[in-house]
């Protein structure tokens, strides 16, 4: 019997350095020219079965890049176990945003997170305006992972979801929410205290004169 | 609830009582399709708790020609409009098919058009009635400039509604229009004077969508998360097993809802569905986008209540964000709306039974 581990994984960077086709390459193995820009975020799901016969669940959230959806990122990487911040080779610009993002993590997620640094549109290397060791340097002081891929062309991008997996601890219980079995016991045992108390409180301090 | 007033432009011409009633071929048949007042789909003699306003019957004196007229046919409708070609007939294709010989069919929905006698239309021989179109086109733009356009708009509709048989190219922009889905069509086939009107209602309705949602649009987009916050509240009282079934797969109303609110539901049915939607909401006055459409966003989840109390965390979060409302027609959107107005109506003015908790 293989083990079965399940984390939580997101997915941030500027507007349009292909987060979405990332995942989308990642989970269906698919590419699409032209996609709508992410509201808010989306959810999906892929598993990655390592050498070793363990089978490791992502749960990934993939954000939007957009500035305005700023205020709504610590909702997604808080309690996650892996991030994937993702920029342009193409724009210097989305590299800058990236080091932003990563700076973020590093104060306010989880101290434990592992953070990837991706380069993404790699098929595109004649428009490049980062370099390969400019970016390697700064993920080495980091001690980030890091890789160029290309969700178009499918380079790298399984890869680097791989090499999360492998660095992902294989004994501690995944900080996961629903479907990671002690957890979901505790998490449903504190809501429903919550929900008592919420009829407690509705029924001792009602704020309606009915 | 109170009736509530006519929109402020009423030259939209949304009738507020007609929104959830079904329609009958019977009353689209008669209907001058230039008329904006001619959407009111309520059945005669209908006596629904929908109808917020009560008939009225408008007795106008026949007034210049420029003057914007009510129907010439005896209306429940309490506003007056003049405003054509709105989104209502544009769109509005109903999931009730006509029935009978009805005189003006609703081809795909497009139930503009129409009269080929128009002039038996318009018993106070107004408007179109010979009017030559050129001339028409420049009132509308002084109109426009002055701001107070609506007479002249009536013109302009005046000159955009020659008849059919004497319009080819109208004519031919509706054989166009009628095999046209909306998310395709090609506005640029138009003639000009129609182009013209349905610019003038477009600003209109564009004024009204961002009226009332312009905090949903600045910095950290404040507007919607009120909106999703209120959305739980109202939801944890209308339908308590779904609400713990959420909280208890650790659901955030935010990780689905943001979308709901920031789009109004555009990426959750189709373009044809939306026009249907966003028409309730321009009528139900300048709240609709922000608050009526919290109502709607509840009736919307609470409709998959079943289904989704038998899903974990992930199996809600992949539904909610593709749900399965491809096939959706106006009968459905027609629902929707009307549950949302019932929660409405329930809610709206009971806050303290759902805030504070």
Sequence with gaps: MSKQLQFKLVLLGESAVGKSSLVLRFVKDQFDDYRESTIGAAFLTQTVTLDDGTVVKFEIWDTAGQERYKSLAPMYYRNANCAVVVYDITQSASLEKARNWIRELQRQADPSIIIALCGNKSDLAARRQVSQEEAQKYAEEEGLMWAETSAKTGEGVSEIFTAIAKKLPTTAAPSSRAGAGGRTGAAGGRSGVDLNRQQNAVSTNEPCNC | ?357
Aim: glycine share 4%; aromatic share 10%.
């Design chain 2, 1 to 357: 609830m109170a009736a509530r007033p006519p929109p402020a432009r009423p030259h939209i011409g949304l009738n507020p009582s007609a929104h959830f009633s079904y329609t009958t071929p019977e009353q689209w048949g008669e209907d001058d399709v230039w008329d904006s007042a001619s959407d009111d789909e309520s059945p005669p003699n209908a006596s629904t708790p929908w109808n917020r306003s009560p008939p009225t019957s408008h007795t106008r004196p026949a007034a210049a020609i420029t003057q914007p007229k009510p129907v010439p046919r005896a209306s429940r409708n309490s506003s007056t409009s003049t405003l054509a070609f709105s989104y209502t007939h544009v769109s509005a294709p109903s999931s009730y098919p006509p029935k009978g010989d009805a005189p003006h069919p609703s081809k795909n929905g497009w139930t503009l058009v129409q009269t080929s006698k128009p002039a038996e239309k318009s018993p106070e021989g107004r408007l179109y009635a010979g009017e030559h179109s050129s001339v028409r086109d420049e009132e509308v733009d002084g109109g426009l400039v002055l701001g107070d356009f609506e007479p002249d708009l009536a013109e302009a509709l005046a000159a955009a509604r020659p008849s059919q048989a004497h319009n080819p190219v109208k004519a031919d922009a509706l054989e166009i229009v009628n095999d046209t889905d909306p998310e395709t069509f090609d506005p640029s086939l138009l003639p000009e004077p129609v182009l013209n009107a349905i610019e003038a209602d477009t600003f209109w309705c564009l004024s009204r969508l961002l009226d009332g949602i312009q905090d949903n649009y600045i910095t950290a987009q404040p507007g919607i998360q009120r909106s999703v916050k209120r959305m739980a509240e109202l939801v944890a009282r209308i339908d308590v097993p779904l609400f713990e079934h959420l909280a208890k797969q650790n659901v955030e109303f935010m990780q689905f809802a943001f979308r709901w609110m920031n789009c109004l539901l555009m990426r959750e049915i189709s373009v044809r569905n939306t026009i249907r939607m966003w028409d309730t909401y321009l009528a139900e006055g300048p709240e609709a986008f922000s608050q009526f459409h919290l109502y709607v966003c509840s009736a919307f989840l609470v409709r998959w209540s079943d289904k989704l109390r038998e899903m974990d965390f992930q199996g809600i979060i992949m539904f909610l964000q593709s749900l399965p409302t491809q096939d959706w027609g106006d009968h459905e959107i027609e629902m929707l709306l009307s549950q949302a107005f019932v929660y409405n109506s329930i809610w709206h003015n009971a806050q303290s039974h759902f805030t504070g908790k």
